[in-house]
């Protein structure tokens, strides 16, 4: 039995032998009227399906499977050419090919230029982007697990053994953009890959250099600019971005799939990295040293970052988690764990320049933090985020960095600005006649702005964690930046020790400076609650109580009422709004009482007022004579103040403060991230405001017709 079943697999494999050798003699045989067959079946699809001239000036075999072509062009029909090639070659691998799979072997291109043109809002390149029709009613349900491999695959398998390109060209060109890519030369031999490329003639060469295995799903690549940095003018041109480096290296471990998900392990590194853009900080942000090795999984409806995964700044490190599910709905997860490492080490990880007040900072001690979010598209309102920094017991400053945080506890100047200009220096000491100390200030206001401003203020150590999930809640819903979640701690800090521009730099240093000044006692309650009530804006350079209760009432902050307390808390989120909650009888509009109500009842609850049936003191206050002849209406508010981010715990907008004729500025996060405004005609409306515009005028014409 053993030897009859050996016969047969002798036979099998050498009648299989034969019918491959016999099916490969007779494609070598009509390989050529194949070739030509295929090429004339591309050349009139490319015409039918994408509106596409393809013309081949020659194309044959040379050896067994590499396939010559010479003077290709290619012009989408009543467009500009996209693509020119003056000779190319490319061999695939047999033994694949057998089993249906088309890997490249080698790949030669020399004298070739694409070229994409777009004017108006007709392009060259349309055909690249047009999807194919689907059938809606048998279209397969996505799994992002197969999709990531097959994509991935198919890109491996694009990657030739061999390659030897000279003198190809990628440019792209509009009206008002520019940009040419040229490779004058490009290898792979024996899977070490070579390139130079130079952007747009003299602004920049690049090398992409590395080792390539993709039949085991491997590479390694570096991309450097030799003795200069790589750098990308055109995003400092048309963002205002700039960013360069010395090396950037990626590389891929394996791929695989594995229990139903696609896993990619890899890493990314980084060294010299420098960003500057005034949305994200005021200086070059330079990371001298940086990377990630992570581990990346695609299920059948998610995508994700594995835990496993870590990242590296310096000696400082972290493990990231993030999970982002499409289906039955979004939910979006994010973790990051530090374990507990020497403190100064985080420190000095810090990118340079990213948090000024902090370079040089000398502390000892260990550090460790856990953040947690997890946000259910479906349920917002039950979102859960947990923040957790926390220090081992030895943990202190051993010396400040930059900036005094202790500054607070002494006489200084504040200086508020206003548009990026300083207004005027305020002493905060008792030198200054409008200085109050918090001991002569009415419990009335002190009681009625930490109701409206920070409840919690006396008992938390900085940040409050429920109101920072709230306005995630918020935010999320509206798809807009409309609540904050900043403490009183927060604001001052912001203030004092801090610049005004809003930069992404600017709230992380903030939320540091806070954590070190609350949890190293650093100053009291009592006197940061006192700085902040002699800082705060109240109105047009009206700063501090003192200046305030003198303005409005002609008070001392002392003789403050219940009523014109909670009037004064009312208008720290737009202080210079303050004039129009008044009526010309020097009373308060009727709206507000509501506020007053909600404010009052809410002080009741925490024990500083008796409970009022009368609004809480509102029909009690009047404004001073004085200022009555300056209230008249107003349409646009401008919103400024110590809380000017719109931090207010409790979210309250008691004006209308949105402009009836400016300019709308909707939108996308990365626009909002740099800066980039819609563009705008001489009357200062956007192309979205005209469009609308004229169809409201024909919708117009449309009603003015008879039936």
């Keep these: 039995m053993h030897k009859r079943l050996k016969k047969i697999l002798i036979v099998t494999s050498i009648t299989f032998t034969v019918l491959v050798l016999s099916g490969i003699a007779v494609l070598f045989a009509k390989r050529d009227a194949l070739l030509k067959t295929a090429i004339a079946k591309v050349v009139q699809k490319a015409k039918n399906s994408y509106h596409l001239q393809v013309k081949i000036g020659q194309a044959g075999f040379i050896g067994l499977s590499t396939v010559n072509f010479k003077d290709i062009t290619i012009v989408p029909l009543g467009r500009d050419t996209f693509a020119n090639l003056r000779q190319t070659s490319i061999s695939v ?134 003795r200069h940095k790589v750098e990308f003018p055109y995003l400092e041109k048309k963002y205002g971005l ?11 471990e394996s791929a695989k799939r594995h229990s139903g998900n696609f896993e990619v392990v890899g890493s990314w590194g980084v060294k010299n990295l420098l960003i500057n853009h005034p949305r994200i900080s005021a200086e070059n942000v330079i990371i001298k040293n940086g990377s990630v090795a992570v581990k990346m999984i695609a299920g059948e409806n998610f995508v994700a970052v594995d835990s496993s995964s870590t990242i590296f700044l310096g000696k400082a490190w972290a493990h990231p988690y993030f999970k982002y599910t499409l289906q039955p709905a979004k939910i979006y997860e994010l973790k990051l764990k530090a374990d507990e490492q020497n ?41 859960i985020f947990n923040s957790d920094l926390e220090s081992s017991n030895d943990f202190k400053i051993l010396a400040f960095g930059k900036n005094n945080l202790q500054k607070i506890n002494n006489p ?89 521009k809003k930069t992404i730099a600017r709230k992380i240093e903030e939320i540091l400076i806070v954590w070190l000044i609350e949890n190293q006692h650093l100053s009291t309650k009592n006197r940061m609650y006192e700085v902040y009530l002699n800082i705060i804006e109240w109105g047009l350079n009206i700063y501090g109580i003192g200046e305030a209760s003198q303005y409005y009432f002609g008070k001392s902050p002392a003789e403050l009422s219940l009523g014109e307390g909670i009037y004064l808390a009312s208008i720290v989120p737009k202080p210079k709004a303050g004039l129009y909650a008044w009526q010309p009888d020097g009373s308060l509009k009727p709206h507000l009482r509501g506020y007053f109500n909600l404010i009052g009842r809410l002080m009741a609850q925490k024990g500083y007022i008796a409970r009022d049936s009368n609004a809480y003191g509102f029909y009690g206050v009047r404004i001073k004579e004085s200022l009555r002849q300056q209230i008249a209406p107003q349409d646009y508010l401008l919103p400024d103040s110590i809380a000017d981010d719109g931090d207010g715990f409790l979210g309250l907008n008691i004006f209308k403060s949105q402009p009836k004729d400016t300019l709308e500025k909707k939108v996308g996060f990365f626009n909002r991230l740099l800066g980039i405004t819609p563009k705008v005609d001489s009357t200062g409306k956007t192309p979205k405001q005209l469009r609308q515009e004229r169809r409201e005028e024909r919708r117009k014409l449309r009603d003015k017709k008879p039936e």
């Design 242 to 252: 700039k960013l360069d480096f010395d090396t950037l290296q990626f590389a891929m």
């Design 93 to 226: 691998k047999l033994l694949p090919l057998i089993w249906g799979d088309i890997k490249i072997g080698e790949l030669n291109v020399y004298d070739a230029k694409i070229t994409l043109i777009k004017k108006d809002s007709l392009s060259n390149y349309d055909f690249l982007l047009k999807k194919k029709p689907t059938d809606t009613l048998n279209k397969p349900k996505l799994n992002l697990a197969d999709l990531g491999y097959k994509l991935l695959h198919k890109t491996l398998d694009k990657v030739p053994d061999d390659m030897d390109i000279k003198n190809f060209s990628i440019s792209f060109n509009s009206d008002t953009t520019h940009i040419n890519f040229l490779l004058p030369k490009a290898t792979i031999k024996s899977g070490q890959l070579k390139s130079i490329i130079v952007l747009n003639k003299t602004e920049a060469i690049w090398h992409l250099d590395g080792d390539l295995d993709p039949s085991n799903q491997q590479f390694n690549i570096f991309w450097y600019a030799g």
């Design 412 to 500: 200084f100047v504040y200086t508020p600005y206003e548009k990026g200009k300083p207004v005027r220096d305020i002493l905060v000491a008792p030198e200054n006649p409008n200085y109050t100390p918090i001991n002569q200030i009415s419990p009335n206001i002190k009681n009625a702005l930490l109701t409206s401003e920070d409840p919690s203020f006396y008992s938390h150590k900085g940040f409050v964690e429920e109101s920072i999930r709230q306005s995630i809640a918020t935010n999320y819903k509206s798809k807009s930046f409309k609540r904050g979640g900043s403490t009183i701690s927060m604001q001052l800090v912001k203030n004092i020790y801090l610049s005004r």
């Design 343 to 383: 403190a100064q080490e985080i420190f000095d990880a810090f990118p340079i320049g990213l948090f000024g007040s902090l370079e040089g900072i000398k502390v000892a001690g260990k550090l460790k933090y856990d953040l947690n979010l997890y946000l259910d598209s479906k349920h917002p309102s039950r979102v």
